[in-house]
């Protein structure tokens, strides 16, 4: 537990927050939810679109088995109850994008119950978050206002497309838990491969309830700020949220519940449109749909084939292979970096591939705004790059030469020590007769040396090394000159 | 004999001796169309060129020795089947201009099959109605009219009035139907000809447009109970497209016809024997139990106790589903908008649907809306879905002794266009000895067993347990045979 | 229950139905009559009874089919635009909506 519970100074006092989230992220399947319309992101409007997705006149719905199966993934990555039996509910209500006037939705019985992820903060402590439902529904269209002056345009390749409704219960108590629990679920599912976690896409959305107390109070009323596309403007949110209803508190107010928006150019919620009437949905049990009724040996099946969690991987870096709990985070928070130093630990010392990983190559991505997805250098490379090393053909600094030519040049490393030359000496003559060479021309200070300066030894081996163009194995070189200097 | 008066059976039989084309058989339904329809307005659309293309395509068939089990069997097709290419309208000025590119399984499964369709049936708006009376394309007429008042227009009941209209009249030897409360066996009853509603499930409702879907159901009408079973035969089977389609075989449903009814107990409830009935139904339902212990059945006496809470648990759950089913139609994708020039989206909507829907489908989706709002969901549509499951129970209980059960088919008559109207709850009775085989997914089948006191045809009801349309037909078939109900409506082909 | 007026103008806006005023008596005496009739339901004993949701009886599907992901259909533009009453390019149009 974190040792002090984030506040905010209010005129009147300290003030504590309660949030808690509604992640919508978008299923990785090929084709939708209840159609065989497909699901690429970037179509040509109207083009991914069935008669199912547009609300046409008898046309039914049938359940994508990948779809259940994702969100059963996603229920056992959190760690999750899966419910055997749930079933489909209709959400009614009219909008231009909602082609059948209602969305299929799980409301009385979700897919997926209580679970619960683990997430780590900034000062190394972890915090427990509750889930509360994971359920399946569909997502709406897209309503384009900007294209024309009096109308609004409608594409419907989005409607339709399976989408998770993740549930966390108020468990969170600052914006960086919320940031850093939205970024443990983005990371879980894409290690699943269940949501590939695309918040400039929008294929990960979250609605962030969000309500302040003062210290030992029970809860007050909340707000949810809707629609969320990046953890920073989570994080924004949450804090500009609480500041508001600080003030209103603190001014005498009452804040109201009510759905709000954040306007991200301003920093600032503001509430959406005051709607004509309370939202009233009318669920029921989509008579289309019979229960959906999971086997228990498929779940298993599915349990079993399910990939290494990051939470399990981090614990099996630091048992296998000794590495800090800071390192084994840092390499297992996205799949792919995971990947990638696997590929180069492999039969290697653990240590050195992490420190060239978390060092060297993060410093060229950035560098060279490339991705781990896409590196300047390949794991295969700087793998080979780590064996000469080892094998002492290259010296730490040679290889950090070598290792700015692969970026440049994207050449493997025995090429590169190859073509320049690089190659560490360590021929014991040649190293000799560098030594003498170096000797015979600084007596003078071989004498200041030998009479107790002995910090010049420094000198001397500054001297052997530039004589040999830095090539000089650095601990032949040093034996060899304290040998002489007697 | 005119090609109009035979049977499917017996019109398969003479296309199969080369007696009759299938274009001569469908230019003789055409040529009836053209003379009862202005009259009956039984079809909202007449496919005239392309019911003589198929049938020229099925006479090639035929001669090719590639004939299909309907082969050239005119058929009307109640609009509220998505035909591709053909206006489908539910009888509604939302979808007025609506032509689906698509084709439901039902109709498409009778096209495999070699059918041709005449037409798109006048219905009730979206099926819901039990007169005709709700149709945006005007009213069906009966084509029955009483022995001494034959000026006054009946109904042809309801919601599949133009289909029963246009079998009675000769204008197609069989037509689909839905029935969600009584839509088919109602309408057969009040036209003097068969209809069946199978058991949920049984066909499927993929291209069907949707009035309430835990009830609706497909079925066929014709003139005997045989043609019922010839076409339910190429109507049913499981489809992958509707997730409440039953993967059971498909039996040869018209070879249960032949079976007899020895040693069937035949229950009969006692709730159904309603205050107020007239007696010549009480004596008609008397009479077919006669028939059936004279064919060896064993009439029984049961109860299905909660059979008086059908009808108020139908109006629940019903308009429930119809409420969300129909809030797709928004002039948005489809069909009619209506806008002001100043209209917002939600003005658009409001003129869009308050125009485009009729009286009774507007009361029906404020009633489903009300029941499923918050504060009312449990105590009306929640309850309604317990008072359905005990409904189904006393079902399952009766199954445990008796094989079928026989009921009348309606509560009346064929009623006058003027009669019934102002108040929708008298209207909703129609459907009082119907509804519970909906609301416990049952099969039903109606079949006329004889005339009232003014010469208007009266039907019986067999339902059967779930999947078993045979023993249905078995018993439907035993009863045809002993009504030997041979009364024809006055207006009809050849007339 | 009796519904009251300013319920049925609620209800109408919840089902995005236009009435005129003159309909919302008539409305209002129409779905009292009938919702009085309904409620004889209340009379019914359903303790403990599970409520029936679908329609599918003894031997109908007792759970939802499942279809494999493949992608089946889709690019059939033209035909999901064709009867749509106001057509902008490749979309579908509405009166503007105000965010």
């Known amino acids: 537990m974190s040792a002090a519970t984030y506040t905010i100074e209010g005129r009147t006092g300290p003030w504590e927050l309660v949030i808690g989230l509604e992640v919508h992220a978008q299923v990785i399947s090929k084709a939708k939810l209840f159609s065989g319309a497909a699901t690429a992101f970037g179509a040509e409007p109207n083009t991914q679109v069935s008669f199912v997705d547009a609300g046409f006149p008898g046309m039914l719905p049938v359940i994508n088995r990948e779809c259940v199966a994702q969100a059963v993934r996603t229920g056992l990555g959190l760690n999750a109850e899966i419910n055997l039996w749930s079933r489909f509910d209709r959400k009614n209500y009219f909008y231009a994008d909602l082609p059948q006037g209602y969305q299929i939705s799980q409301y009385a019985h979700p897919i997926v119950g209580r679970g619960a992820v683990e997430i780590e903060l900034a000062d190394g402590t972890t915090r427990r978050i509750g889930i509360t439902r994971l359920h399946l529904e569909q997502d709406a269209g897209k309503s384009l206002h900007d294209q024309h002056p009096t109308k609004t345009f409608v594409d419907l390749n989005r409607a339709g497309i399976a989408l998770m409704e993740i549930v966390s219960e108020p468990d969170m108590r600052s914006p960086e838990e919320a940031g850093a629990f939205l970024a443990k679920l983005r990371q879980i599912m894409r290690y699943l491969g269940t949501c590939d976690g695309n918040m400039e896409e929008g294929s990960l959305r979250a609605d962030v309830n969000v309500s302040v107390r003062r210290p030992g109070e029970g809860y007050r009323t909340r707000c949810e700020v809707k629609n969320i596309n990046s953890i920073r403007f989570v994080m924004q949110a949450i804090e500009a949220e609480a500041r508001r209803q600080i003030a209103v508190w603190e001014e005498g107010g009452e804040v109201e519940q009510e759905t709000r928006l954040f306007d991200t150019a301003r920093g600032l919620t503001r509430s959406m449109r005051s709607k004509e009437e309370a939202h009233d949905y009318r669920y029921f049990p989509d008579p289309d749909l019979p229960p959906l009724v999971l086997d228990p040996a498929w779940v298993e099946e599915l349990r079993r084939t399910l990939p290494e969690l990051p939470d399990q991987r981090k614990a099996r870096y630091m048992r296998e292979f000794g590495l800090p709990a800071y390192d084994a985070s840092v390499l297992v928070a996205e799949k792919e970096t995971a990947a990638y130093f696997e590929e180069v630990a492999r039969g290697r010392d653990p240590k050195l591939a992490a420190n060239w990983v978390m060092g060297d190559l993060f410093a060229a991505l950035n560098r060279t705004k490339r991705t781990i997805a896409d590196p300047p250098v390949s794991a295969r490379d700087l793998g080979a790059l780590l064996d000469l090393i080892t094998d002492g053909t290259l010296s730490g600094k040679l290889a950090k030469e070598v290792f700015e030519a692969m970026v440049e040049t994207g050449r493997p490393p025995a090429a590169i020590v190859e073509e320049r030359g690089l190659r560490q000496v360590t021929d014991a003559g040649a190293i000799e007769a560098a030594v003498e060479k170096v000797l015979a021309a600084h007596a003078d200070k071989v004498a200041e040396y030998k009479a107790g300066k002995e910090k010049l030894f420094g000198f001397f081996v500054g001297q052997v090394m530039k004589a040999m163009a830095g090539k000089g194995n650095p601990a032949l070189v040093n034996a060899a000159l304290k040998r002489k200097l007697g | ?495 | ?99």
């Open chain 3, 1 to 99: 229950m009796s519904l009251d007026t300013a319920t049925v103008r609620r209800v109408a806006a919840l089902a995005r139905i236009r009435l005129e005023e003159a309909e919302v008596a008539r409305l209002q005496a129409e779905l009292n009559g009938i919702l009085g009739w309904i409620e004889q339901l209340r009379s019914v004993d359903t303790e403990g009874v599970e409520p029936m949701a679908g329609g599918a009886p003894r031997g109908g599907p007792t759970r939802m089919p499942m279809r494999e992901d493949v992608v089946t259909e889709g690019n059939i533009r033209e035909l999901i635009l064709a009867n749509a009453p106001d057509r902008e390019g490749d979309f579908f149009a509405v009166p503007k909506v105000v965010e």
């Open chain 2, 1 to 495: 004999m005119r090609p109009t008066d035979l049977t499917i059976a017996g019109a398969l039989e003479a296309l199969g001796r080369r007696a009759l084309s299938a274009e001569e058989l469908t230019r003789a339904h055409l040529e009836a169309i053209e003379a009862l329809n202005p009259r009956l307005n039984a079809l909202i659309t007449v496919t005239a060129e392309q019911a003589l293309a198929q049938a020229r395509e099925s006479d090639a068939r035929r001669t090719r020795g590639e004939a299909r089990p309907l082969d050239g069997i005119p058929l009307a097709i109640k609009d509220l089947f998505c035909t591709a290419g053909v206006r489908t309208t539910a009888a509604s000025r939302i979808l007025h201009n609506f032509v689906p590119p698509y084709e439901s399984t039902v109709t498409a499964q009778l096209r495999r099959d070699g059918a041709v369709f005449l037409g798109k049936a006048n219905l009730d708006e979206f099926a819901m109605g039990s007169s005709n009376l709700t149709s945006a394309f005007g009213p069906v007429e009966n084509p029955w009219s009483r022995r001494n008042d034959p000026e006054t227009r009946l109904v042809p009941g309801g919601s599949s009035g133009g289909s029963a209209a246009a079998v009675a009249a000769r204008m197609a030897l069989g037509a689909t139907g839905t029935d969600t409360g009584g839509s088919i066996r109602q309408p057969a009853a009040f036209c003097g000809i068969v209809g069946i509603k199978p058991t949920y499930g049984r066909c499927s409702r993929y291209g069907i447009v949707a009035f309430a879907s835990s009830l609706d159901q497909a079925g066929p009408f014709a003139r005997t109970v045989e043609d019922c079973a010839i076409l339910l035969r190429s109507m049913s089977g499981h489809d992958p497209k509707d997730s409440t389609s039953a993967e059971v075989p498909v039996p040869d449903f018209a070879a249960a016809c032949r079976r007899g009814v020895r040693g069937l107990r035949i229950g009969v409830p006692k709730e159904y024997r309603l205050d107020g009935m007239p007696a010549e139904i009480e004596a008609l339902w008397r009479q077919g139990l006669e028939w059936l212990r004279a064919e060896g059945a064993e009439p029984v006496e049961i109860s299905l106790p909660h059979t008086q809470y059908a009808l108020p648990t139908y109006y629940i759950v019903a308009p429930a589903e119809a409420s969300s089913n129909l809030a797709r139609y928004d002039g948005v994708r489809y069909g009619l908008r209506v806008a002001a020039p100043d209209s917002d989206l939600r003005d658009m909507y409001e003129r869009t649907r308050a125009a485009g829907f009729g009286q009774e489908v507007k009361r029906r989706i404020m009633i489903g809306t009300y029941v499923l709002s918050a504060g009312y969901y449990e105590a009306y549509y929640l309850k309604a879905q317990k008072v359905r499951a005990l409904i189904a129970r006393d079902f399952e209980r009766a199954w445990e002794r008796v094989d079928a059960i026989l009921t009348p088919a309606t509560p009346s008559a064929a009623f006058a266009m003027g009669e019934r109207t102002d108040d929708p709850v008298t209207m909703y009775l129609n459907d009082v000895f119907t509804v519970t085989a909906n609301l416990a997914g049952l099969p039903g089948l109606a079949v006329p067993a004889g005339l009232d006191a003014e010469g208007l045809p009266l039907g019986l009801q067999v339902i059967g347990r779930p999947f078993d349309e045979e023993t249905v037909f078995a018993v439907g078939a035993a009863l045809e045979r002993a009504a030997d109900f041979k009364a024809l409506p006055r207006v009809r082909a050849g007339a």
